[in-house]
C-alpha cells in the first residue's frame, strides 16, 4: 500500500543512522554468554519469570520470526526488505499476531542452529547504520566482545569510542589497591594514594580526549549514587585543572586545597575502605572488587568528566531513566542534573534513553539548555509499540528536533540492534505521519526532522564530520 508521504517514508526507513549509543556484540565463543531474554527486558532472577507476560516480549519474537522467515505471516517488513520496494511505498504493517511457528522457543532454536556470521549478517546489515559510537566499559564484560573495528563490517563508516568515566577510575583504583606499597602505611599516606588515583584517572580521561578513536564520554552515576550530583567548587576545578595536570610524566603533588576542605576526610575514609577491602581479601586468598559507591567521590568523578568532556569538546552521555533494580529510579530523572548544567554551560551533554519515564523533563532540558541533547533509545526493545511512539511523542512536546538523535542501545545480540533499529524507525514514522495531519507540519519539515534524529544532529553533537549520504 503506498505510503501517503513516500519521502518521508523512504527517509525514517533508509536512511543511514549514526547510533550515538551501542555496545559491543558478542564473540562468537561467547554468544550464548548471557540469556537471550535480556534481550527485551532488564529483569533477573524471579522477576524475569514474568517477562512473557509482556507486550514487547511478544512484539519481538514476531519480528523476529519475520527477519528468520519462520512466520506465515511474514511479510516486506523490515528495512532492508524495504530497499528493494517502490520508493513510493512502505512495508505493510503486521497487525496479524503470532503466528504458528513463530514462538520465542523457535527463535531460539533457529538462532542456536544459526552460524554466528549469519546471525551478524541478517541482524546488522538490516539497520541501515552510518557508524556506531560503541561504550565498551561493562566492568569485565568487554572481554567477551568482539573488538570496536570488528563492528566497521555493518556500517558504512568507521566505528568510533565512548569512553565511560566510572569504569576507568575503577580500573585505576583497583591497580592501585593492588600495588603491595599501597597497603604499607610508610610508602603511601591516604592523601597520596587518593592524589594518585585522582591523576592516574585524569590522565586517562585526558589520553582518550586525545584520541580520534573516542569520540564522547559518559557517566553511570545514576546507577550508583544518583543524578542529583553537587557540583564542584571553583576553587576544587581549579585544583583539577592544576594539580592533576601531567607535567613532564609525572604529577604536580601540590596537596588538597586548603579552601573547601569537606571532601578531603570524605576522601580519606574512602580510600581507607578501599585499602581495607583490598587486605581482607587477601587474606582469604581473593582479590578485592572495586565499585564506587560514595556520593561525595562519584560527584567528584562526575565534576572531572565534565571538565575533560568540555577541554576536548566531546559531549558526556548521562544514562537516564530505566534501568535493572540496581539503579534508584527515583534519581535517575535528569531534571536531578540542573545544578550541574548550571555550573558547566559549555559541555555538550547527552541524556541518554529517552530519560524513560522522565521523557517530558529531557525535553524541558533539551529545550532550555543549548548544551543539552536527548538521544532516544533503548526504549524500542524494553517497551510496547504503543508506549515508544508516547514517548517519541512527548519527547517532540518541547524540545527541538535539532537537540534530539537517536540510538539502539544495542548490545551483545545482533537481534538487539534489529529491533533497536527496526521498531525506533516505525514509530518515528506512525509519529511524524499522525503530526502531519494533526498539527499541520509540512511534509518538508518532517523529513528535515527525521534526518535530524537519525544523522545530522549526532553528527554535529560529536563533531564525527561525516558526509552526509547521497539521495537523502
Given amino acids: 500500500m503506498p505510503h501517503p508521504y513516500p519521502e518521508l517514508a523512504r527517509t525514517v526507513l ?25 534481550l ?15 507486550l514487547i516480549f511478544n512484539h519481538a519474537t514476531a519480528r523476529l520470526a519475520e527477519l528468520y522467515g519462520l512466520s506465515p505471516y511474514t511479510h ?56 556506531l559510537l560503541l561504550d565498551d566499559g561493562l566492568s569485565g564484560v568487554e572481554t567477551l566482545c568482539m573488538a570496536r573495528e570488528a563492528h566497521d563490517e555493518f556500517t558504512r563508516s568507521p ?90 610524566g609525572a604529577t604536580a603533588a601540590v596537596g588538597f586545597p586548603d579552601v573547601d576542605r569537606d571532601l578531603v576526610p570524605t576522601l580519606r575514609s574512602w580510600m581507607k575502605e578501599q585499602q581495607s577491602k583490598t587486605m581482607q581479601a587477601k587474606s582469604s586468598g581473593g582479590e578485592a572488587s572495586f565499585r564506587i559507591q560514595n556520593k ?71 529545550a532550555l539548555y543549548p548544551n543539552v541533547y536527548l538521544d532516544f533509545g533503548e526504549i524500542f526493545a524494553f517497551i510496547s509499540p504503543d508506549g515508544q511512539r508516547a514517548v517519541i511523542r512527548e519527547m517532540l512536546e518541547m524540545a527541538p528536533w535539532s537537540k534530539i538523535m537517536w540510538s539502539t542501545d544495542g548490545h551483545w545480540w545482533p537481534e538487539s540492534f534489529y529491533l533497536g533499529s527496526l521498531l525506533a524507525r516505525e514509530a518515528l514514522l506512525d509519529v511524524l505521519t499522525s503530526t502531519i495531519r494533526s498539527s499541520r507540519l509540512p511534509v518538508s519539515v518532517a523529513v528535515e526532522l527525521a534526518k535530524n534524529a537519525l544523522f545530522h544532529t549526532a553528527n554535529k553533537a560529536y563533531n564525527l564530520g561525516l558526509t552526509a549520504p547521497e539521495g537523502f
Fill in 159 to 248: 566505528c568510533k569510542r565512548i569512553v565511560r568515566v566510572e569504569a576507568v577510575a575503577q580500573d585505576v583504583l583497583a591497580e592501585i589497591c593492588r600495588d603491595p606499597s599501597s597497603l604499607d602505611p610508610e610508602e603511601a599516606t591516604l592523601d597520596s594514594l587518593c592524589e594518585m588515583w585522582l591523576s592516574r584517572t585524569y590522565t586517562l580521561l585526558q589520553d582518550a580526549g586525545n584520541d580520534s578513536a573516542v569520540v564522547g564520554f559518559k557517566s553511570v552515576v545514576a546507577y550508583r549514587t544518583g543524578l542529583d550530583v553537587t557540583p564542584l567548587s571553583a576553587v576544587w576545578r581549579d585544583w583539577i585543572n592544576v594539580a592533576l595536570a601531567p607535567r613532564g
Fill in 76 to 131: 516486506v517488513s523490515s528495512p532492508e526488505s524495504a530497499a528493494v520496494t517502490s520508493q513510493d511505498e512502505i512495508p505493510p504493517e503486521i497487525g496479524t499476531g503470532i503466528g504458528p511457528g513463530s514462538t520465542w522457543d523457535t527463535v531460539k532454536k533457529f538462532r542456536a542452529a544459526t552460524s554466528y556470521g549469519n546471525l551478524n549478517a541478517r541482524g546488522m546489515k538490516a539497520c541501515h547504520l552510518e557508524t
Fill in 296 to 366: 561525595a567521590v562519584n560527584d567528584l568523578l562526575v565534576g572531572i568528566g565534565m571538565i575533560v568532556s568540555e577541554q576536548f569538546s566531546k559531549p558526556i552521555q548521562f544514562h537516564t531513566g530505566l534501568g535493572d533494580s540496581d539503579l534508584r529510579l527515583a534519581r535517575a530523572s535528569p531534571s536531578h542534573l540542573q545544578p550541574l548544567l548550571d555550573a558547566h554551560p559549555d559541555t555538550r551533554v547527552v541524556l541518554l534513553h529517552s530519560s524513560y519515564p522522565y521523557t517530558r523533563d529531557a525535553g524541558v532540558l533539551a
Fill in 14 to 38: 533508509l536512511h543511514p543512522a549514526i547510533d550515538n549509543h551501542a555496545h559491543p556484540l558478542l564473540t562468537e565463543a561467547n554468544r550464548d554468554a548471557f540469556p537471550f531474554e535480556a
Fill in 40 to 54: 527485551v527486558s532488564e529483569a533477573s532472577g524471579k522477576a524475569a519469570d514474568d517477562i512473557p507476560n509482556t
